[in-house]
């Protein structure tokens, strides 16, 4: 129900509230909103697609502080983060207590839900029974490569109906660049009797065009597969929200 700030008939408990809402000392609670507004009421009348990120935000933390609603301070947050949940995603325990608020409960709550969404798409992804192209492949990849601060290598071994029989993480390195050892994709390769592998690497920098060594190692794999009957595919290289098929680019 909503406070009314008329001076006829208002309790004084109301009016101490509608005063510090008139001399701007503190907002509206959300206590104080029409029910449908609440984000847990609302949740529960209209669906979780009905709420924004800001109010889905909200009902984790539960509550806000002295200056902000729960809703507020989920707004200066997700700002703080770009408006990207995937940036979101990658701020720590030490990045979210700074917002005054936010103590290490409400920290690792935030940052075990957007973990447990990041699971979620990742098995969505493996749900999935065949690479059918590009795109298939980046819906697997990017959670595991797209957000990481440093470079990986993964390998996606495939049998002849193009299911994945196993995923691999082959090496891991710097900001610019890992190195990559050939008979360790293909010792893997001929034990889960994978007749074709994919070839996946990521970009912390965004850059989705490949490098001369990208080009080169491509190279050197697909040989060496040439000599095991295990097809190379593809090599694509994962940034946060695209990809570079080697493939589409006729690279291959």
């Given at each position: 129900m909503l406070v009314s700030c008329s001076p006829a008939g208002i309790k004084y408990r109301q009016k101490?509230?509608?005063?510090?809402?008139?001399?701007?000392?503190?907002?509206?609670?959300?206590?104080?909103?029409?029910?449908?507004?609440?984000?847990?009421?609302?949740?529960?009348?209209?669906?979780?697609?009905?709420?924004?990120?800001?109010?889905?935000?909200?009902?984790?933390?539960g509550s806000g502080n002295t200056?902000?609603?729960?809703?507020?301070?989920?707004?200066?947050i997700l700002a703080g983060a770009e408006n990207n949940l995937q940036n979101l995603g990658r701020l720590g325990l030490n990045e979210l207590t700074k917002y005054k608020g936010i103590g290490p409960a409400k920290a690792l709550t935030i940052i075990?839900?957007?973990?447990?969404?990041?699971?979620?798409?990742?098995?969505e992804a493996l749900s999935s029974p065949k690479i059918a192209g590009s795109k298939d492949v980046f819906e697997i990849m990017q959670p595991i490569l797209g957000e990481l601060s440093h470079e990986e290598f993964w390998i996606l071994y495939l049998n002849n109906a193009n299911n994945v029989l196993a995923r691999e993480k082959i090496s891991t390195g710097g900001i610019?660049?890992?190195?990559?050892?050939?008979?360790?994709?293909?010792?893997?390769?001929?034990?889960?009797?994978?007749?074709?592998?994919?070839?996946?690497?990521?970009?912390?920098?965004?850059?989705?065009?490949?490098?001369?060594?990208?080009?080169?190692?491509?190279?050197?794999?697909?040989?060496?597969?040439?000599?095991?009957?295990?097809?190379?595919?593809?090599?694509?290289?994962?940034?946060?929200?695209?990809?570079?098929?080697?493939?589409?680019?006729?690279?291959?």
């Open positions: 101490i509230n509608c005063d510090k809402m008139r001399n701007g000392n503190k907002p509206l609670g959300i206590k104080d909103w029409k029910d449908d507004d609440k984000p847990r009421e609302k949740l529960m009348l209209k669906g979780k697609n009905a709420l924004s990120d800001a109010e889905l935000l909200a009902i984790l933390i200056e902000d609603n729960a809703v507020s301070l989920s707004q200066k075990t839900a957007l973990e447990l969404g990041r699971r979620r798409r990742l098995e610019t660049g890992t190195l990559v050892d050939a008979r360790i994709i293909f010792k893997k390769g001929l034990e889960v009797m994978a007749t074709a592998v994919i070839l996946c690497h990521n970009h912390p920098s965004g850059a989705l065009k490949p490098s001369d060594s990208d080009l080169q190692l491509t190279r050197k794999i697909k040989e060496a597969g040439t000599i095991l009957d295990i097809r190379i595919l593809d090599h694509l290289i994962i940034t946060e929200s695209s990809f570079y098929s080697f493939a589409d680019e006729g690279k291959l």
